[in-house]
Nanobody
Framework: QVQLVESGGGLVQAGGSLRLSCVASGRTVSLNRMGWFRQAPGKEREFLASVAWSGDITYYADSVKGRFTISRDNTKNTAYLQMNSLKPEDTAVYYC????????????WGQGTLVTVSS
C-alpha cells in the first residue's frame, strides 16, 4: 500500500502561482508513476499531469500545458505541481495519485487539497 498526502492549496488571485506537494509513504519503491488530477464543483475529475517515479517522462493535459509543471524528488518521496498564471477556472480540489503499473488506472489517491483562484 501507498499513502499520499497533499498540501499547498489555498486562495490565490488570478495570475498568481501555487506549488502543491504530495508526500508518498509505504511501498514507494514499487511506484511507477505519479499523477495530479482535479475536480471542480459539478464537474468530473480531470487529469492534469503525470511523471515517472524513476525517470523524467511527463505528460500534461492541454488545459494546463505551459502553465503547470510536474516534478518529483525521490529522496523526499514527494511529487510537486507548480501552477503558474492561475485562472478562476482552475478553482478545484486537486488530488495526487500513484500507481504501480506503467499504464492503467491509478491505485492510490490522496485526500485532496482545495485551490481557489479569485478574479
Amino acid at each position: 500500500q501507498v499513502q499520499l498526502v497533499e498540501s499547498g492549496g489555498g486562495l490565490v488571485q488570478a495570475g498568481g502561482s501555487l506549488r502543491l506537494s504530495c508526500v508518498a509513504s509505504g511501498r514507494t519503491v514499487s511506484l511507477n508513476r505519479m499523477g495530479w488530477f482535479r475536480q471542480a464543483p459539478g464537474k468530473e475529475r480531470e487529469f492534469l499531469a503525470s511523471v515517472a517515479w524513476s525517470g523524467d517522462i511527463t505528460y500534461y493535459a492541454d488545459s494546463v500545458k505551459g502553465r503547470f509543471t510536474i516534478s518529483r524528488d525521490n529522496t523526499k518521496n514527494t511529487a510537486y505541481l507548480q501552477m503558474n498564471s492561475l485562472k478562476p477556472e482552475d478553482t478545484a480540489v486537486y488530488y495526487c495519485a500513484a500507481r504501480f503499473s506503467r499504464i492503467g488506472t491509478y491505485d492510490f489517491w490522496g485526500q485532496g487539497t482545495l485551490v481557489t483562484v479569485s478574479s
